[in-house]
């Protein structure tokens, strides 16, 4: 089958690199894709959110199955979009309806869907502008750090923890008089857990399910988990402290309630579930929904899948995922990603990268790169993602290690710490 992967970062070129194992893809397309999936696919020029181009391209491809990689195209209702039209409702979509994609949409939503089917999570209330002095009394009824969150896609950064009582009154404030724009019309207030975060991944039909490796990523730009929240610095799967028991509680209190909901709720919803998770102690709590596979997560969590790709999201569609195997590499993966200078804040792009073909004992995932004339070249802030397997987490993180040394790009920087909180456990 011919099959069509929508976005262009290190996710899609590791979606890229897994279908393209599998027998049965004949004819491979990533849009817009970068200088990585050029190599394994064909990339087109189209924009993911225009619907009636990706539609057009799928008919005149002749594309039986599209992978959407990121969130954007499935909050705006990409899956209905194609369901809705005669000669595009028969293309396998993976990927929520506009309804399922909620769960990351609205924070607001994903905490009353957590509410509905008692499913452990911190406490919380939703405020807008109108209710602003509202929240700022709901926030003095809670202990410091205070956790605000916009209710809508704000690209990873429409969270803030704060421990100052009056900064946070004051930026919730900024956000609801639009610091992220309409994500922020409204802000969800959570209670603070104090934990360890790790990652569960989940692919559903809406009926049954098969739960991926766990990984953890590592968001922050400085070392010690310090300075701005990025879109993820490196990655390790599985979590080592993901233990037999942790996972039976994840399972029962979270993953099967939150599959079990969507069938209640008659959410047509096949695709990831990416549940953001944070242990407390001993106990498992939500932190978010995402809707689609996590970026630098998924280039820990596809490379440790054996099975075929193809037929696990073939079963996906046809509502028949009970029928899948699920076999896992037992090695660790760790992924450690290379970003330009100045990122998250202001960087400079075009920058040519070397010694892309010396990279040997791991796998090099491209992220914002594209090709220019006989270059790569860097074309976003994180740029590379360097996986590599090991015994364990320590052995495989040696690896990208040495692998980040043999690359070169103006002003390339990666934390040195990947992992850093892990021994701690």
């Given at each position: 089958?011919?099959?069509?992967?929508?976005?262009?970062?290190g996710?899609?070129?590791?979606?890229?690199?897994?279908?393209?194992?599998?027998?049965?893809?004949?004819?491979?397309?990533?849009?817009?894709?970068?200088?990585?999936?050029?190599?394994?696919?064909?990339?087109?020029?189209?924009?993911?959110?225009?619907?009636?181009?990706v539609?057009k391209?799928?008919?005149?491809?002749?594309?039986s199955?599209?992978?959407?990689?990121?969130?954007?195209?499935?909050?705006?209702?990409?899956?209905d979009?194609?369901a809705?039209?005669?000669?595009?409702?028969?293309?396998?979509?993976?990927g929520?309806?506009?309804k399922?994609a909620?769960?990351?949409?609205?924070?607001?939503?994903?905490?009353?869907f957590?509410?509905?089917?008692n499913?452990?999570?911190?406490?919380?209330?939703?405020?807008?502008?109108?209710?602003?002095?509202?929240?700022?009394?709901?926030?003095?009824?809670?202990?410091?750090?205070?956790?605000?969150?916009?209710?809508?896609?704000?690209?990873?950064?429409?969270?803030?923890i704060?421990?100052?009582?009056?900064?946070?009154?004051?930026?919730l404030?900024n956000?609801?008089?639009?610091?992220?724009?309409?994500?922020?019309?409204?802000?969800?207030?959570?209670?603070?857990?104090?934990?360890?975060?790790?990652?569960?991944?989940?692919?559903?039909?809406?009926?049954?399910?098969?739960?991926?490796?766990?990984?953890?990523?590592?968001?922050r730009?400085?070392?010690g988990d310090?300075?701005l929240?990025?879109?993820?610095?490196?990655?390790?799967?599985?979590?080592?402290?993901?233990?037999?028991i942790?996972?039976?509680k994840?399972?029962?209190?979270?993953?099967k309630?939150?599959?079990?909901?969507?069938?209640?709720?008659?959410?047509?919803?096949?695709g990831?579930?990416?549940?953001?998770?944070?242990?407390?102690?001993?106990?498992?709590?939500?932190?978010e929904?995402?809707?689609?596979m996590?970026?630098?997560?998924?280039?820990?969590?596809?490379?440790?899948?054996?099975s075929?790709?193809?037929?696990?999201?073939?079963?996906?569609w046809e509502?028949?995922?009970?029928?899948?195997?699920?076999?896992?590499d037992?090695r660790?993966?760790?992924?450690?990603?290379?970003?330009?200078?100045?990122?998250?804040?202001?960087?400079?792009?075009?920058?040519?990268i070397?010694?892309?073909?010396?990279?040997?004992d791991?796998?090099?995932?491209?992220?914002?790169?594209?090709?220019?004339?006989?270059?790569?070249?860097?074309n976003?802030?994180?740029?590379?993602?360097?996986?590599?397997?090991?015994?364990?987490?320590?052995?495989?993180?040696?690896?990208?290690y040495?692998?980040?040394e043999?690359?070169q790009?103006?002003?390339?920087?990666?934390?040195?710490?990947?992992?850093?909180?892990?021994?701690?456990?």
């Open positions: 089958m011919n099959i069509l992967i929508l976005g262009s970062g996710r899609e070129h590791t979606f890229a690199y897994k279908i393209s194992q599998s027998t049965q893809c004949d004819k491979l397309f990533v849009a817009p894709g970068n200088a990585g999936t050029a190599q394994i696919a064909e990339n087109m020029d189209l924009n993911p959110i225009d619907f009636a181009a539609g391209v799928a008919l005149e491809k002749e594309i199955m599209i992978v959407v990689g990121p969130e954007d195209p499935l909050v705006k209702g990409i899956v979009f194609f809705k039209d005669e000669a595009l409702k028969e293309i396998q979509i993976i929520p309806s506009a399922g909620l769960l990351e949409g609205s924070k607001e939503r994903a905490k009353e957590m509410a509905m089917h499913i452990p999570t911190a406490a919380y209330a939703s405020f807008s502008y109108e209710s602003l002095e509202a929240g700022k009394k709901f926030l003095e009824t809670l202990k410091p750090p205070y956790v605000l969150k916009a209710d809508g896609l704000a690209a990873g950064k429409g969270v803030l704060l421990d100052d009582l009056d900064e946070a009154k004051k930026e404030e956000m609801l008089s639009g610091k992220f724009g309409a994500a922020s019309e409204k802000v969800v207030i959570e209670e603070f857990l104090d934990g360890i975060e790790l990652s569960v991944f989940v692919l559903t039909d809406g009926k049954n399910y098969k739960i991926l490796p766990t990984a953890k990523d590592y968001k730009i400085g070392e310090t300075g929240n990025t879109g993820g610095m490196g990655a390790v799967s599985p979590v080592p402290f993901a233990d037999d942790l996972m039976s994840i399972e029962e209190r979270i993953v309630p939150t599959v079990n909901g969507l069938g209640k709720e008659e959410i047509d919803y096949k990831f579930i990416f549940i953001g998770l944070i242990k407390v102690g001993e106990e498992p709590f939500v932190i929904y995402n809707v689609r996590g970026d630098p997560e998924t280039e820990v969590v596809l490379p440790r899948l054996k075929d790709l193809v037929e696990l999201f073939k079963l996906t509502g028949k995922l009970d029928e899948a195997t699920l076999e896992i037992d660790s993966a760790t992924t450690v990603m290379l970003v330009s200078g100045g990122y998250p804040g202001s960087y400079e792009k075009n920058k040519v070397t010694g892309i073909s010396e990279v040997s791991s796998i090099v995932f491209h992220a914002g790169t594209k090709q220019d004339r006989e270059n790569v070249v860097t976003g802030g994180r740029v590379i993602a360097l996986t590599s397997f090991g015994e364990d987490y320590k052995k495989a993180l040696k690896k990208s040495q692998s980040a043999l690359l790009f103006d002003k390339m920087y990666f934390r040195k710490d990947i992992g850093f909180d892990l021994s701690q456990e």
